[in-house]
């Protein structure tokens, strides 16, 4: 795809005016499935931190029982002991159980959210795929996903404790002093009031700023470690850094905005629940009212206790408050992605008859404003070879793209053994049309598997038979597993390897239609050749489109087609197109001639 395209395409393509819009689905649907664990998790949470309590409400009982007048009640302060290791013990139990269930919930959430994903990806248009920039799924399913373990794993039992905690520990409270119990509340209202600072516009709008700045620093880093061989070999480090610098420079003012609007609200959450502040606030009012005759010098021991008990899980969620952010806006991109309009397939697929292919008036563009491809009407007979050329940004990649249903025309039709291409069903689809294109990907499996991958039940022969027709079977002997080798681990396979793998691949396949987009861009001209022929079947009935830039594409074609903005220019045999005189013409006159110049001596 050309510089260009690839630019429009990362713009994102627009769905047909007649195609409904993508819903987004909910965080209460993601989780719907798991609710049931979710109410487990918490009830546990609920028990344990009550159980919780029980300790300390010992400890209470027991120095009010000790400091009280009279004689001290021995069976009492059994009856509370007991209590209380009781108490701890259940707490134990129950929190472990509660956090053993909801790490169990987050692996199980975690799963099915990679499942839906990969599911919904697999129904995504391809094209879809090819225009995000790298690593963008995958980041979906991998990062943003385990982002949400704080959400899952840890959410639950904070929230339990930041609620359940305080208002148990209120009630007691309340039925020692109420006067002492509201000024024991002072701290945390002095934080809980503050988190309204912390959701502002403004500070949304920081964090969205931050998490922005983090993926186009991972993107520029991706893409220019992935370049930098180019980098070197041509001396334009100063300028392949720029954009790199570029990005490091704005993560880091957004950054530092970022910091700068929280620390002062963070400084004084941390301050209004720090135990220090809180004892003192709880001293001061229990002296005061001891000193007014309003409390008993023993009913001050709750406070000291039980204050902290108010605190410190609220504190404790607000420490949770960075990774509870991180794991909303995963779920939103996660979300994102479920959203994306997935190719329609028809509710009563019609199977193709013959592989004739038809474009009549496509039209299509990555955006509203702008058509790629404007009123293409083209007609590919079995047993030829039409090649597509062209200059660059012409529309060529995004033209042969439409026919493996990458995306659907904006306008027009394709269609396939007279059949419209939304008419088919997709696997009826790709067992008719298969691709090679300049950019290959290959999967971390075995060279064989990869050969196989649309025939995933043949047999051994059969992909070594793919592998000789592609002039790659000798090459993969000597990898140091032959065709076990997995690709990735020990298999360092040059470019135009990789190309003759996935060109095996479509040999295999044997569909009766082929795309390929320079699919020998970087083979050797004995390789091209030899490829070239394997490529034409032996009843001569596979119809090839070809985008093509090399002399000897264009020569072997039946038929010739020139884009120039999107439109057909030009279209015939290659010898009458040069008779002439047009634009085929001075396009073959400039190719010859810096292919004259590459080879003149100097």
Partial sequence: MSTVELAEARERSVPPPDAEPARRPSMAELLRPHLWSFAAVMLLQVVGAVAGLAPLLAVVELGRTVLAPGPIDSD???????????????????????????????????????????????????????????????????????????????????????????????????????????????????????????????????????????????????????????????????????????????????????????????????????????????????????????????????????????????????????????????????????????????????????????????????????????GIDLVLEPGTVTAIVGPSGSGKSTLVQLLPRFFDPTHGSITLGGVDLREIGLRDLYRSVSFVFQDVRLLRASVADNIALAVPHADRDAVIRAARRANVHDRILELPQGYDTVIGDRAGLSGGEAQRISIARALLADTPVLVLDEATAFADPQTERAVRRALATPAGDRTILVIAHRLETIADADTVVMLDDGAIVERGRPADLLARGGRFAAFWNAQRTAIAEEVEPR
Avoid: C
């Fill in 76 to 374: 009492h302060v059994r009856l509370v002991v007991i209590a209380g290791a009781v108490g701890l013990l259940v707490r134990l139990l129950f929190t472990a159980a509660s956090s053993g269930l909801g790490h169990l919930l987050d692996a199980r959430v975690q799963l099915a959210f990679r499942r839906r994903l990969a599911a919904h990806l697999g129904r995504v248009p391809i094209g879809w795929l090819s225009g995000r920039r790298s690593g963008e799924p995958a980041k979906a399913v991998g990062e943003d996903v385990s982002a949400v373990h704080p959400f899952i794993a840890h959410a639950p039992g904070e929230l339990v404790s930041a609620f359940v905690v305080p208002l148990v520990s209120l009630v007691y409270l309340f039925t020692v002093n109420w006067r002492l119990t509201l000024i024991t509340l002072i701290p945390v209202v002095l934080a809980v009031a503050l988190v309204p600072l912390m959701m502002t516009p403004t500070r949304l709008r920081e964090q969205r700023e931050f998490d922005a700045a983090m993926g186009r620093i991972a993107g520029s880093a991706v893409e220019f470690v992935q370049g930098i061989a180019v980098v070197k070999a041509f001396g334009g480090g100063e300028r392949a850094h720029l954009r790199f610098r570029t990005a490091v420079d704005d993560f880091v003012a957004t950054f530092y905005r970022w910091v700068r609007g929280m620390s002062g609200i963070a400084a004084g959450m941390q301050l209004a629940l720090s135990p220090p502040f809180v004892l003192l606030v709880v001293l001061i009012g229990g002296t005061t009212l001891i000193t007014a005759g309003d409390l008993a010098p023993a009913d001050l021991l709750p406070f000291l206790l039980l204050g902290l008990g108010l605190t410190a899980p609220v504190a404790a969620l607000g420490h949770g408050f960075d990774d509870m952010q991180a794991a909303r806006r995963a779920v939103g991109r996660i979300r994102d992605v479920l959203a994306v309009q997935p190719l329609p397939e028809p509710a009563h697929p019609v199977a193709p008859e013959g592989h004739r292919v038809e474009l009549r008036d496509v039209r299509f563009g990555y955006r509203a404003d702008h058509e790629v491809l404007r």
